[in-house]
Nanobody
């Protein structure tokens, strides 16, 4: 069955770094655009970063541009989110998403908690 399993979340001090991973299985990973979303308590889920199927095109929310980097390894069926210079406002549950909207297909992971606090 389809699985997206996030890992790498945790507690980090402001200014620190974390690397999130999302391991995919049960579908043809290389056909899908991959995205990271986040949802803070009491707020709507927001798109943080996206990468196209080949990895050649990336996009970022303005709030994370220059600090976060999305990448993927199609041989390992994994997408990553490198997060640097973390701020308390980055605190949220981070979700991995596989998107092939042209076929009406969208998969979600279970989320991983990131907490930025001193």
């Amino acid at each position: 069955q389809v699985q997206l399993v996030e890992s790498g979340g945790g507690l980090v001090q402001p200014g620190g770094s974390l690397r999130l991973s999302c391991a995919a299985s049960g579908f043809t990973f290389r056909y899908f655009a991959m995205k990271w979303y986040r949802q803070a308590p009491g707020k709507a889920r927001e798109l943080v970063a996206s990468i196209n199927s080949s990895g050649g095109t990336t996009n970022y929310a303005g709030s994370v541009k220059g600090r976060f980097t999305i990448s993927r390894d199609n041989a390992k069926n994994t997408v990553y989110l490198q997060m640097n210079s973390l701020k308390p406002e980055d605190t949220a549950v981070y979700y991995c998403n596989a998107d092939r909207s042209s076929f009406g297909i969208n998969y979600w992971g279970q989320g991983t908690q990131v907490t930025v606090s001193s």
